[in-house]
T-cell receptor, first 111, second 113 residues
Framework: GQQLNQSPQSMFIQEGEDVSMNCTSSSIFNTWLWYKQDPGEGPVLLIALYKAGELTSNGRLTAQFGITRKDSFLNISASIPSDVGIYFCAGQVERDDKIIFGKGTRLHILP | GAVVSQHPSRVICKSGTSVKIECRSLDFQATTMFWYRQFPKKSLMLMAT?????????EQGVEKDKFLINHASLTLSTLTVTSAHPEDSSFYIC?????????FGSGTRLTVV
């Protein structure tokens, strides 16, 4: 079935550092999504990407939809303590299709 | 707007009993809802797609007689875990499709003892 390979699995960074994580797939997705999940909560959408090559920002977050439609990355600039959590990439083949999730990147910020 | 309420947030039940989890779209109608399962430190795995007024579509490997889904109205889908066993303990999350995207509930932590 369709799978999304997300890396890294976890990251330990200092507050103020920039963060980069990415997601690849063996098959094409026409929508790429990035979510954040806090402990004991459902995922919350951060950025949605609908066109190959699209680069979209949401505050300190920037994500890009790869031109091959098989990859995407998320960057977080100047990390702050509330950025701690699990970040999931997700994809859809069609806009109203089910969402397939990557395995997540767990972000830790060192005191 | 676009709030999805999931209830209960936590439930503990005895092995062999059934548990019902509700997913409500509070301010929009959702003809399609999705149910996910998440194990600790793992990803969200899609279990089934719930369609209002028709049978749910289950993903491969998900037992439809074990996980009963009912989507009787445009704002409510329910997931019933029947004859629950400890291995059914997990975090269950619903999602509702709306115009412009999807909204997720806050999840239900099920513990079967």
């Amino acid at each position: 079935g369709q799978q999304l390979n997300q890396s890294p699995q976890s990251m330990f960074i200092q507050e103020g550092e920039d963060v980069s994580m990415n997601c690849t797939s063996s098959s094409i997705f026409n929508t790429w999504l990035w979510y954040k999940q806090d402990p004991g909560e459902g995922p919350v959408l951060l950025i949605a990407l609908y066109k190959a090559g699209e680069l979209t920002s949401n505050g300190r977050l920037t994500a890009q939809f790869g031109i091959t439609r098989k990859d995407s990355f998320l960057n977080i600039s100047a990390s702050i303590p509330s950025d701690v959590g699990i970040y999931f990439c997700a994809g859809q083949v069609e806009r109203d299709d089910k969402i397939i999730f990557g395995k997540g990147t767990r972000l830790h910020i060192l005191p | 707007g676009a709030v999805v309420s999931q209830h209960p947030s936590r439930v503990i039940c005895k092995s062999g009993t059934s548990v019902k989890i509700e997913c409500r779209s509070l301010d929009f109608q959702a003809t399609t809802m999705f149910w996910y399962r998440q194990f600790p430190k793992k990803s969200l795995m899609l279990m089934a797609t719930s369609n209002e007024g028709s049978k749910a579509t289950y993903e491969q490997g998900v037992e439809k007689d074990k996980f009963l889904i009912n989507h009787a109205s445009l704002t409510l889908s329910t997931l019933t875990v029947t004859s629950a066993h400890p291995e059914d303990s997990s975090f269950y999350i619903c999602s509702a499709r709306r115009t412009g995207g999807y909204t997720f509930g806050s999840g239900t932590r099920l513990t079967v003892v």
